[in-house]
């Protein structure tokens, strides 16, 4: 059964970036009321304009990096449209550099937005996502799968953003929230222009032009999203045809998670949990 978008209140982080702006256009499309979040203000608001404003599109600041500004930002938007069904971590950064040259502070940069940044925006959103039973979903990569030389920051996090959102997953199934991951191979966006701008990454990835490492369009990955979104998928993958190289890691991951984690014990284990700060 779809899940019709229609209606439907969506946060979006990273919402002025390449793929954010692509994705509000079609989640608009579909009818679905906009939370745009971003650390540049002036942007932000300028696309809430753009996508006609009104009580359908609100935004806000976030610096995913900072938990009271994500907690925050997520509660004004609950408060705004009285619901938050659909929350997309969109917000990401892409570097190449080797071990031997990045700094401490560029990859744990790296890791923070990537992967910490998700992890907010899900615990921020979880409690007014549980309220309708909707859904969360991450951009990860397919190099969460394919780990490239001079990416170990960028695989790193991407591969753990698909490995948090498994596990949360299960603690979240007895709830009725679904959570997603995607992973795009590279497509055309700013964040790539970088890329293909770098001498490093263009020897790595032969400038993206052909082979493996060919780019796809961007309308092909927010069609991905959206369609995502609406069938609450585990895991989407674009292109589909690289479908075989995601799912290869996995390919136990539904026997183990059905045989060794029942939903009992799962609401359990949460309820005797501690605080999770020490």
């Given at each position: 059964m779809t899940y019709a978008l229609a209606g439907r209140v969506v946060v979006l982080t990273g919402s002025t970036g390449g793929l954010g702006r692509a994705v509000a256009m079609a989640l608009r499309d579909k009818g679905a009321r906009l939370a745009l979040l971003d650390i540049d203000r002036a942007a932000v608001y300028a696309q809430v304009r753009d996508l006609g404003g009104g009580s359908d599109v609100w935004g806000g600041h976030v610096d995913v990096r900072s938990w009271p500004t994500v907690e925050s930002a997520i509660d004004a938007a609950a408060h705004h449209f009285g619901r938050i069904d659909v929350a997309i971590a969109n917000a990401g950064v892409a570097t190449a550099s080797p071990m031997e040259k990045i700094s401490p502070e560029a990859f744990d940069?790296?890791?923070?937005?990537?992967?910490?940044?998700?992890?907010?925006?899900?615990?921020?959103?979880?409690?007014?996502?549980?309220?309708?039973?909707?859904?969360?979903?991450?951009?990860?990569?397919?190099?969460?799968?394919?780990?490239?030389?001079?990416?170990?920051?960028?695989?790193?996090?991407?591969?753990?953003?698909?490995?948090?959102?498994?596990?949360?997953?299960?603690?979240?199934?007895?709830?009725?929230?679904?959570?997603?991951?995607?992973?795009?191979?590279?497509?055309?966006?700013?964040?790539?222009?970088?890329?293909?701008?770098?001498?490093?990454?263009?020897?790595?990835?032969?400038?993206?032009?052909?082979?493996?490492?060919?780019?796809?369009?961007?309308?092909?990955?927010v069609q991905g999203i959206i369609r995502g979104v609406e069938r609450r998928d585990d895991m989407i993958v674009v292109p589909r045809k690289n479908m075989l190289v995601a799912r290869a890691p996995g390919v136990f991951r539904r026997l183990v998670e059905r045989v060794g984690f029942r939903d009992a014990d799962i609401k359990a284990a949460i309820a005797a949990a501690g605080v999770g700060d020490r």
């Open positions: 940069r790296v890791i923070d937005i990537n992967l910490n940044g998700a992890w907010r925006t899900f615990r921020a959103a979880l409690p007014h996502v549980r309220q309708h039973k909707g859904y969360m979903l991450a951009v990860s990569s397919m190099a969460a799968f394919v780990h490239s030389p001079l990416q170990a920051h960028y695989t790193a996090s991407k591969a753990g953003v698909w490995a948090m959102c498994d596990s949360i997953r299960l603690e979240v199934r007895h709830l009725g929230v679904g959570v997603g991951t995607i992973h795009p191979t590279f497509f055309a966006t700013p964040m790539m222009d970088g890329v293909l701008a770098d001498p490093a990454g263009v020897k790595i990835w032969g400038g993206n032009r052909g082979g493996l490492w060919k780019m796809v369009s961007l309308d092909e990955v």
